[in-house]
Nanobody, 114 residues
């Protein structure tokens, strides 16, 4: 079973930081890639970051140098450390995990005030 649960979203001022977590509460372990997308109102879902099972990371251009993705395979959890947040980072952030197919979390709201 796969049930991804995100946490860590909230309201923060511009320049601040947040750390998102996404854990699988189900029984499946050893995911392949895990990552994050985000969706702002009126826009399509956009890629944020991904980390492979071996730790290789990929980032969207808009977050490079500010966000860091990591994972703890023993805890079946992926993290997104977000620093130097900007108002344009405001969105619902969705985690995903790949094993056979892609599974999605329910999303967590991040709001950055100016």
């Amino acid at each position: 079973q796969v049930q991804l649960v995100e946490s860590g979203g909230g309201l923060v001022q511009a320049g601040g930081s947040l750390r998102l977590s996404c854990a699988n509460s189900g029984s499946v372990f050893n995911f392949n890639a895990m990552g994050w997308y985000r969706q702002a109102p009126g826009t399509q879902r956009a890629f944020v970051a991904e980390i492979s099972n071996g730790g290789r990371t990929t980032y969207g251009d808009s977050v490079k140098g500010r966000f860091t993705i990591s994972r703890d395979n023993a805890k079946n959890t992926v993290y997104l450390q977000m620093n130097s947040l900007k108002p344009e980072d405001t969105a619902v952030y969705y985690c995903y995990a790949n094993i056979v197919r892609r599974y999605w979390g329910q999303g967590t709201q991040v709001t950055v005030s100016s």
